[in-house]
């Protein structure tokens, strides 16, 4: 294993880690196998035994919190609570937040489509990606740390959209996003990128769409979010890498 994707002695943060078998699982994994400490931050509360189990896999320290990231609020609140849960080991640091939370939906044609569906794409994809920056930023430019987003080949040139709009324009502006942490904290030596990927070999995604489809990895995705948190992207700001 390269020494510059070794996380120990640094505190990762990860949102929406999920239900077993989705994407977030295997990210946390990956950093608790390189030796990373991690924040699982999710909307419904994580088992004691998936603790356990990053513990086993190299991870010295696992704390785990719920709350609901598309209410700035609760996400200063979970920020506080993260920091006390880590202080000892990492004072006000925290060296990635990879913000995971998220969600696909169809919203159909535009004329057809539900107003209340597509305030939900933006709330928990948009919004959750800007009060987890917001709350988090503070101690990612202590650690002079990273961002790491999900955005969508859909919200990129040349990616179909088709009956997606809602989800497409939500991820589109969590790329804007990014791009606008990247350039405004530059100073602060915080880095912020983004993956965006087709379809993800997910539990989920698999029992809606088959296992024959054309699907991207798991452990794919959790290796490229390793590299953009690590020294190795210590000059790759900014950038969108698409995933298929």
């Not at 959750?128 to 202590?142: E, I, K, N």
């Not at 989920?204 to 296992?211: C, E, S």
């Amino acid at each position: 294993m390269s020494s510059d994707l070794n996380f120990r002695s640094q505190l990762i943060v990860i949102t929406g880690v999920g239900r077993e078998g989705q994407v977030g699982e295997a990210i946390a994994h990956s950093f608790a196998q390189r030796g990373a400490s991690l924040a699982l931050i999710d909307l419904h509360a994580q088992s004691d035994e998936r603790t356990a189990t990053l513990k086993s896999l190299g991870a010295p320290h696992v704390s785990a919190h719920t709350a609901n990231l598309a209410d700035a609020g609760d996400a200063v609140r979970v920020a506080a609570e993260v920091q006390r849960a880590h202080e000892a080991q990492h004072g006000n640091l925290v060296h990635a937040v990879v913000c995971v939370a998220g969600g696909f939906g169809f919203t159909g044609a535009i004329d057809d489509s539900a107003p209340d569906a597509w305030a939900t794409q933006f709330s928990i994809n948009l919004d959750t990606a800007f009060a987890t920056t917001r709350a988090f930023l503070p101690s990612v430019r202590a650690a002079q740390g990273s961002f790491v987003y999900f955005g969508s080949v859909a919200a990129t040139p040349g990616g179909s959209s088709r009956r997606m709009a809602a989800y497409a324009a939500a991820k589109s502006g969590v790329l804007s996003l990014m791009r606008t942490v990247a350039l405004d904290e530059k100073a602060h030596g915080v880095r912020a990128n983004a993956v965006a990927p087709t379809a993800i070999r997910t539990t989920t995604n698999v029992a809606d769409m088959g296992d024959t489809a054309d699907y991207v990895e798991r452990e794919s995705v959790a290796d490229v979010v390793a590299f953009l948190a690590s020294p190795l992207a210590r000059n790759v700001s900014g950038q969108v890498l698409v995933l298929a």
